[in-house]
């Protein structure tokens, strides 16, 4: 197993652009979180976000795209230059290698989620203060010492490798890396669309409890808890649904189709 796991770990770490894309996923969350923060204001004449521990972390909607591309590739990227073929003849158990492609693909998720997160909620104590996100505003200090903070922050990294979990065994089943992320985008973003849309303020609240984008981000949730359509760890465990169906489907597709 350690002999497979170097394996899959020197083909992603050499794989083009991997590490550029990790650094373009943190970067692309703490920019876009710090860029929000400071676009926002709270006044007596400005509407104020409820809350700002998940105001901090808005970078995420963007930073998981990036990760799910980079799973997309470390499954894709062999089926595209045939060396697919090559990995199953010296590695014959396509369970044990959709296995070694999933740790090195949410070990590498888990630290780049890591510096994002802490990068976000970092831009966000530096900023949000001085735009009246204060104690003096009634809003709580934004910082890691909050065990709200500190769960919506891990989950957020958990978020992150699940997300990249799910990308993972969607490229297996798909094996083309265009159709994959247009399939992990569509999963991703369709179903906050879909609420939007819909009449019915019942089924706009089904909707955000199954969606894996929807569901999941709840984690991120410090305030209002009891009006949420799911819970914060629910709607992580619905992510996490979504994920191990796409790494089984992968699974079973990988064992019975040929390379």
């Not at 899959?8 to 083009?16: A, D, G, I, M, S």
């Not at 409820?50 to 930073?63: E, I, P, Q």
Request: proline content about 4%.
């Amino acid at each position: 197993m350690s002999e497979a796991l170097h394996a899959e770990w020197t083909k992603l770490r050499t794989l083009p652009g991997t590490g550029w894309l990790l650094l373009g996923a943190v970067a692309a969350t703490v920019i876009i979180s710090a860029t929000v923060s400071a676009a926002v204001s709270c006044s007596s004449t400005a509407a104020c976000h409820v809350d700002v521990t998940r105001l901090s972390l808005t970078g995420t909607y963007l930073g998981q795209a990036v990760v799910a591309l980079v799973a997309v590739l470390a499954v894709s990227g062999e089926y595209g230059t045939g060396m697919i073929a090559t990995t199953l003849a010296a590695m014959p158990g396509r369970a044990t290698l959709l296995a070694t492609k999933a740790a090195v693909v949410t070990a590498v998720t888990l630290a780049a989620g890591t510096l994002a997160v802490l990068g976000s909620v970092v831009a966000g104590q530096l900023i949000l203060p001085g735009h009246g996100y204060n104690p003096a505003n009634g809003y709580p200090a934004l910082s890691l010492a909050d065990g709200t903070v500190v769960r919506a922050a891990a989950g957020t990294v958990l978020y992150l490798a699940l997300i990249a979990l799910l990308s993972l065994g969607i490229a297996t089943v798909v094996r083309d890396a265009a159709v994959a992320i247009g399939v992990v985008l569509g999963l991703l973003y369709l179903f906050p669309i879909l609420t939007q849309v819909v009449g019915s303020p019942g089924v706009a609240r089904h909707l955000q409890q199954i969606g894996p984008m929807t569901a999941g981000l709840e984690i991120q949730a410090s305030t209002g808890q009891a009006h949420l359509p799911i819970g914060p760890w629910a709607g992580l465990g619905v992510l996490a649904a979504w994920a191990a169906a796409a790494l089984l489907a992968g699974a079973v597709v990988l064992r019975i189709r040929d390379a």
